[in-house]
């Protein structure tokens, strides 16, 4: 976590918030107030993330200052867990109030931590979502103008070679019938590449994990095919590379650097030259900047507006320079993030698992027995949470090996389905168990399991499991069912 997120700490009892402010203080800017005016006036002051709220403050109490945050437009998403030795009987009441969690006193820190950790999570993943919708309506706004304006000037064309067919004609040049079959192509040209693109009803992009060099030597070698009919040369520049893995849209990008290609090769006369290049620039720890580029006689045209939307729904820009020899240069600078090889034998101690369940006894059990074969292991309780924690892995390049669910849970088996769309087989390995094993075996593997483990599971037989999972391939995994 980075440590920009800011806490504040409502109690009266200087201990506690001392206590709070060890066990955050690695992760968090803590802030600290004793009661409850105090709260409101630093939420008034400074942008909070999250409050740890204690329902008995002097001056003002924590009831009063839940209800006054969740009526101020300002304050009403901040995330607040109810701190109180108050019973079940108040819970409900808080929760219609708008509180996201409790926790009771006396409290256990690791249990505090992971509440915090699963309530900022999911803030945090909603957030992104709506940022990613927003950004989105910008892009189909922008492209849908284009895209009229574009259709617009078409049709007054036809229009206009309608009016010189029928002697209605109003201008002096001559538009003939080649213009009118060259603009109604050009429309339907423009209408399909905006539906091949799926532009305008895009939804979330796509994390894949690929390599460049697939992407390159699948491009260029359709290029040249191409280009060796036109008797054009072309040119491919390998830059700087950071990592072999990528993970992003791939989809996308091929759609953004096809398109860029084309336009340099159909504007090309026998005898030309066009150029594409590409590199990596390292940004972050996780993350890198991709940049591509497209050289030739490249003509503006009305279908940069769709480049440049797909650029833009990558969060990506472009850029267009004349050279010297009145050539275009476009340059594309795309960001992705540093992925993992999927598909190779992985260590045994570096299988990050996700553990779902939302019994609380087999969840602690089995999270007892993943922790003490050392293996990193993530806990939730619901498909929800666990979907974020995907996903959130899966665009930072760390994505989960492993993800244990209980078959019997609520929404298990669409959950299961669900997943199984989004993080294909060889990219996440889906274990269940069970102790009816011949009953549901077929139904589970249907679904989308990859290992299917007989109950009950011990440590020992966990830890054969886990051994002989090492040394297959994650793309092998889905030919059959464990037992254990």
Not at 344 to 350: C, E, H, R, W
Not at 465 to 483: A, Y
């Amino acid at each position: 976590m980075q440590k920009n997120r800011v806490m504040l700490v409502a109690d009266d009892i200087d201990v506690n918030r001392a206590s709070f402010r060890a066990m955050f203080e690695e992760e968090y800017e803590v802030l600290e107030a004793g009661n409850g005016n105090e709260t409101l006036k630093i939420l008034e002051e400074r942008k909070v993330d999250i409050v740890i709220l204690d329902m008995c403050m002097p001056v003002k109490s924590g009831k009063q200052v839940l209800k006054q945050m969740k009526a101020d437009p300002k304050l009403l998403d901040i995330p607040v867990i109810v701190k109180t030795v108050i019973g079940e009987e108040r819970e409900l009441e808080m929760l219609e109030m708008g509180a996201d969690d409790f926790i009771f006193s006396p409290c256990e820190p690791e249990v505090v931590k992971k509440r915090v950790f699963n309530i900022m999570t999911r803030y945090e993943t909603l957030a992104e979502r709506l940022e990613s919708q927003r950004h989105l309506s910008t892009v189909r706004e922008h492209l849908l103008f284009q895209v009229a304006r574009t259709v617009r000037t078409d049709v007054a064309v036809i229009e206009e070679c309608y009016r010189e067919m029928t002697g209605q004609r109003t201008e002096n040049k001559s538009v003939g019938l080649e213009d009118m079959y060259r603009h109604l192509e050009h429309i339907r040209e423009l209408t399909d590449s905006v539906l091949d693109g799926q532009i305008v009803g895009a939804g979330e992009s796509v994390c894949d994990t690929f390599q460049i060099s697939d992407v390159v030597a699948e491009l260029t070698s359709e290029c040249r095919t191409i280009c060796t009919e036109m008797g054009i040369e072309v040119t491919v520049q390998e830059g700087e590379i950071f990592c072999e893995y990528l993970v992003g849209d791939v989809r996308r990008l091929k759609q953004i650097w096809a398109r860029l290609l084309k336009k340099a090769y159909i504007n090309a006369r026998p005898g030309c030259r066009i150029f594409t290049g590409y590199r990596e620039v390292r940004t972050g720890e996780d993350e890198l900047e991709l940049e591509l580029a497209v050289q030739g006689s490249i003509d503006g045209g009305e279908d940069y507006p769709l480049i440049k939307s797909l650029v833009e729904l990558l969060h990506g820009t472009m850029c267009v320079e004349v050279q010297e020899d009145a050539q275009i240069l476009c340059r594309v600078f795309l960001p992705f993030g540093i992925g993992k090889a999927i598909g190779q034998p992985k260590s045994f101690a570096g299988l990050k698992t996700l553990l779902l369940d939302d019994n609380e006894l087999s969840r602690d059990y089995h999270a007892a027995v993943l922790a003490r074969l050392g293996l990193p292991v993530d806990v939730v309780q619901n498909g929800a949470d666990a979907v974020a924690y995907l996903r959130r892995a899966a665009s930072k390049g760390n994505a989960y090996d492993l993800c244990f669910v209980n078959w019997y849970m609520q929404g298990g088996e669409p959950f299961i389905r669900s997943v199984r769309e989004n993080f294909p087989k060889g990219s996440l390995t889906i274990c269940c168990s069970t102790n009816e094993k011949e009953l549901v075996e077929c139904q589970m593997l249907a679904a989308g399991v990859d290992c299917v483990v007989e109950r009950p599971i011990y440590q020992e037989g966990m830890y054969r499991f886990l051994t002989e999972l090492c040394r297959q391939e994650s793309g092998k995994n889905g030919t059959g069912s464990e037992k254990i």
